[in-house]
């Protein structure tokens, strides 16, 4: 056992605040407090003392670096969407168009508990969100169809149809779905926070 290891912790931080009486005393000290889990900073101080300051510049790097990381890896993944749109649209709109009820019986349960609980639970407001993302992309199919005169999926798939016409739409599809998903979200919580308060209110004055 240590020289001061029948003392308590506190013992210990006001005989370190005080000195020792001896440097052997003030190792002796320093030990018994490295070995209950005390850390020591870069200039030798514990926690407790005034003179202790943690390293900044590291714990700022390292926020820096992992901000970085991060900027780095919404980049890739937003390149990555854009490649896959690029390429994949009509396989996405497809898709949205073969399982058109099942979009929007999860639209309608997606608003129905984002409603509910008044917009409060960002899980349920992220599940609503993309319950607009695939509406949105199956109502695309019904917007492309309308310009071009014919269903989507005729229109792509047939002949005449050269890649042009293909890549003009995916690139139009990646401006829509950033964008108008985005905006049916925020006007239908808008909506439904402004009537929320109205209900609110109205109990209230009754």
């Given at each position: 056992?240590?020289?001061?290891?029948?003392?308590s912790d506190n013992d210990l931080e006001i005989m370190r605040l005080k000195g020792g009486d001896s440097i052997n005393d003030s190792l002796d000290?320093?030990?018994?407090?490295?070995?209950?889990?005390?850390?020591?900073?870069?200039?030798?101080?514990?926690?407790?003392?005034?003179?202790?300051?943690?390293?900044?510049?590291?714990?700022?790097?390292?926020?820096?670096?992992?901000?970085?990381?991060?900027?780095?890896?919404?980049?890739?993944?937003?390149?990555?969407?854009?490649?896959?749109?690029?390429?994949?649209?009509?396989?996405?709109?497809?898709?949205?168009?073969?399982?058109?009820?099942?979009?929007?019986?999860?639209?309608?349960?997606?608003?129905?508990?984002?409603?509910?609980?008044?917009?409060?639970?960002?899980?349920?407001?992220?599940?609503?969100?993309?319950?607009?993302?695939?509406?949105?992309?199956?109502?695309?199919?019904?917007?492309?169809?309308?310009?071009?005169?014919?269903?989507?999926?005729?229109?792509?798939?047939?002949?005449?149809?050269?890649?042009?016409?293909?890549?003009?739409?995916?690139?139009?599809?990646?401006?829509?779905?950033?964008?108008?998903?985005?905006?049916?979200f925020k006007a239908i919580k808008t909506i439904t926070l402004a009537t929320q308060n109205k209900k609110e209110k109205s109990n209230l004055d009754?």
């Open positions: 056992m240590g020289k001061y290891s029948h003392k000290i320093e030990i018994e407090l490295e070995n209950r889990g005390y850390e020591q900073d870069e200039n030798g101080y514990f926690a407790f003392e005034p003179e202790h300051k943690p390293n900044i510049h590291n714990v700022d790097f390292a926020r820096d670096e992992a901000s970085g990381d991060w900027v780095l890896f919404k980049f890739i993944l937003g390149a990555a969407f854009v490649i896959f749109c690029l390429f994949g649209t009509p396989v996405i709109v497809g898709y949205a168009i073969n399982y058109s009820i099942y979009i929007y019986i999860g639209f309608v349960l997606t608003f129905t508990f984002m409603y509910l609980t008044k917009a409060a639970l960002p899980k349920l407001n992220s599940l609503f969100y993309l319950g607009c993302f695939a509406l949105m992309t199956r109502f695309y199919a019904d917007l492309v169809g309308y310009w071009e005169g014919t269903d989507y999926l005729t229109f792509i798939y047939r002949d005449s149809t050269h890649f042009i016409d293909s890549l003009k739409y995916a690139v139009i599809y990646i401006f829509y779905i950033a964008i108008v998903p985005y905006l049916l009754t």
